[in-house]
């Protein structure tokens, strides 16, 4: 057996861990939407139950004062009866003691007469004028009386009903009246709050019946779609509410969901085996290479002749392999910002792109000193793509006769706080309407150029990259233009 002392240092380690505990706890809010319907429902049946018991409470109050009315105006006739108002000490007490009223005056053609006299009282009364009292004023009266002193009393004035006269001016306790009014409410209390909870139970079991389980059996089905997009889902409800319609929406979404991923699993099969059959025709069209630049050196007339034919041939299918590499990758990686002057960058993918003065030329209209912040490599891929474009339809066109193989390619670059755009601009004979539309789907390029339509789709793709785009501004007889535009947080 473990000794006393031997607990009680268990105990003192344990201590701060669970006073740790203690102090992390919270107490968490109903997060469910059950639980905030039920809320609501409570809140509401409160909310029901004080708009019902604030003017029945306002009526009981002015019934009960009305009732004071009656039996100290009939008390009064009785008294004004008797010859020359001649009412005894005893009698007095008598008929205030049936009419519940400590004072009675009336009131008659603006003469004011105290009939029945009222004792010394502690403090002052409350007035309260029946004959024009407005509705807040009749809804604040019982607060008033619940609230008030033991001692309080009430003057009240209202029109006669049984006797001539302007008005009846009464004084009596609010004690009587403050208990009743307190009974009156903790009976309609009682009655409303079982009637509040039997409709708030009946509203909460249809809303449960009609919303919550169709939604819990929704919320069941995307987890587990989520889970695995393969499980079978529920069969959707014949329903034509709202509910009805998002389950089917929601089957309908899963199935296309569920056939996309059917899609895809197969086009990355198709890829991967793409990309192994690019591994080997590249190393098929390196050895062609090698071998054309043999052949180079044959002196044979016909050699000599085929070879630019087989060059451009093989740089195509070398070019082909490597855009459809470049596609297949899952994503681009994330850009590694620099600071790049522009100027610097659109000479170096004019050269790589094959631009020069004695062909297609490069005009830079650039700001003196104008840097953009981004991948270096990935902004030189895309102004090699844009320029790579612009300088072979210009060729094609020279091809049918119409043009000398010459033309330019401007480039201007302009900030305007937020955002840097990029304008590449060519003389070219403009891109065929029926291209313009789908110019970066994967695959679509002009009837006239030799690459694989991929350029400007992945050039897309690495302006998103940089959190910009990539846009065919204008195109037509007269030339095309291109916009790279890039947010002012990625350029300086």
Do not use: C
């Amino acid at each position: 057996m473990t000794s006393a002392p031997a607990r009680i240092d268990a105990i003192r380690r344990r201590l701060p861990r669970l006073v740790g505990e203690t102090l992390r706890f919270r107490p968490h809010a109903p997060d469910g939407l059950s639980s905030r319907l039920l809320i609501l429902t409570v809140v509401f049946t409160v909310a029901v139950w004080a708009l019902i018991m604030a003017p029945s409470a306002a009526s009981f109050h002015e019934r009960w004062l009305s009732d004071r009315l009656q039996a100290a105006e009939l008390a009064s006739v009785g008294v004004e009866a008797l010859p020359y108002n001649a009412v005894d000490d005893d009698t007095a007490e008598q008929l205030l003691r049936i009419g519940g009223v400590s004072a009675v005056a009336i009131s008659d053609q603006g003469v004011l007469r105290q009939l029945l006299r009222a004792p010394v009282l502690p403090r002052a009364p409350d007035f309260i004028d029946l004959r024009r009292s407005s509705l807040a004023a009749r809804l604040w009266d019982p607060v008033r009386t619940l609230t008030g002193a033991p001692d309080r009393s009430i003057r009240v004035r209202a029109k006669p009903r049984y006797r001539s006269g302007d008005f009846i001016d009464v004084v009596a306790p609010a004690q009587p009246l403050k208990l009743e009014l307190r009974a009156f409410l903790l009976n309609g209390l009682l009655v409303s709050a079982l009637i509040s909870m039997a409709a708030g139970a009946l509203l909460y079991a249809g809303l449960s019946f009609l919303v919550l389980q169709p939604l819990r059996r929704v919320t069941r089905s995307i987890e587990g779609f989520a889970a695995d997009p393969e499980t079978v889902a529920p069969t959707p409800s014949d329903r034509h509410d709202e509910i009805g319609r998002v389950e089917r929406e929601l089957a309908r979404m899963q199935d296309e969901v569920r056939q996309s991923l059917r899609a895809r699993a197969r086009l990355v099969a198709l890829g991967e085996a793409v990309a192994k059959i690019n591994h080997d025709l590249r190393n098929m069209l390196t050895s062609a290479q090698m071998a054309s630049e043999r052949l180079a050196d044959s002196a044979d007339p016909q050699v000599a002749k085929a070879m630019p034919r087989l060059e451009r041939a093989l740089g195509r299918a070398a070019a082909l392999t490597r855009n459809v590499l470049d596609y297949g990758k899952s994503e681009e990686p994330a850009p590694v910002l620099t600071r790049i002057p522009l100027s610097t960058a659109a000479a170096n993918a004019a050269e790589d792109a094959g631009l020069d003065a004695g062909g297609v030329r490069l005009i830079r209209s650039i700001p003196p000193r104008f840097t953009v912040t981004a991948d270096s490599d990935q902004l030189h891929r895309i102004l090699v793509n844009l320029m790579r474009n612009a300088r072979q339809a210009i060729e094609a066109d020279a091809t049918r006769g119409d043009r000398t193989g010459k033309g330019t390619v401007r480039i201007t670059a302009a900030a305007d706080g937020a955002h840097v755009a990029i304008q590449i601009a060519d003389d070219g004979p403009g891109i065929p309407s029926r291209l313009s539309e789908r110019l970066f789907e994967p695959f679509v390029s002009g009837k006239a150029s030799d690459g694989t339509g991929l350029g400007l789709t992945i050039s897309r793709e690495l302006a998103a990259n940089h959190g910009g785009e990539l846009r065919l501004v204008e195109t037509g007889p007269g030339g095309t233009t291109f916009e790279l535009k890039l947010p002012a947080a990625a350029s300086e």
